[in-house]
């Protein structure tokens, strides 16, 4: 009997958990001092459930930011009798709201986050000014095909594009996720996707490259598809927020 081995790949696009609770707070158009917590919660494990069935590396901050989720909304659900309200009526400190701290981790985050794009901007500025006089390269001069640089769309659309594809297949859990590099060859399925987006003049809807219901083939297109972004031979589009999703050729 051959041996199987598994293939295994690890995303460095995400930047933590606080990241990801950024991207959701966001994404469901939340007020960042009136989060609920239910429903927060709710999305942040569907994410981490849908990297654990891609069998990502998560890293352990965000198993840790799903117990603290957790532990909030149990915090918070818990039903508080009239003795107690009696008590907290007469006492001198008020009740620490258990979301209080990580509102104010959320802000200070979006305040580096929002810092570190002005600074890039600033570097690409800068980039642009040469203090040595211009060079005449014209028997150098290449016909370069001009590179796109409109991606809109994150690792976290991909995802969220992913469970709603899962959700649409209506497939039930397999009895293993793991994928057999034997039996669909990663390399094997990133070519296929390039000979397809070829075919269809070079552009195609994400949706369509899952013609096949099988738990196996959907994640493996799924990881070609990062690996093919990752290497810079697609490219991904949105027209709007929650619209489909297009890849092309680059």
Known sequence: MHEIKHYNVKIDAFEGPLDLLLHLINRLEIDIYDIPVAEITEQYLLYIHTMQELQLDIASEYLVMAATLLAIKSKMLLPKHEE?????????????????????RLIEYRKYKEAAVELKELEQERGLIFTKPPSDLTDFAKEIKPEKTDINVTLYDMLGAFQKLLRRQKLQKPLTTKIARQEIPIEKRMDEILNDLKEFKGRKSFNDLFPIPDREQIVV??????????????????DRNFSEIFLSII
């Not at 297109?221 to 949105?238: G, N, P, Y």
């Open 221 to 238: 297109t799924f990881l070609a598809v990062l690996e093919l972004i990752k290497r810079k031979e697609i490219h991904i589009e949105q």
């Open 84 to 104: 107690e309200l009696l008590e907290n009526e007469y006492s001198i400190e008020e009740e620490e709201n258990p979301m209080e701290e990580l509102v104010e």
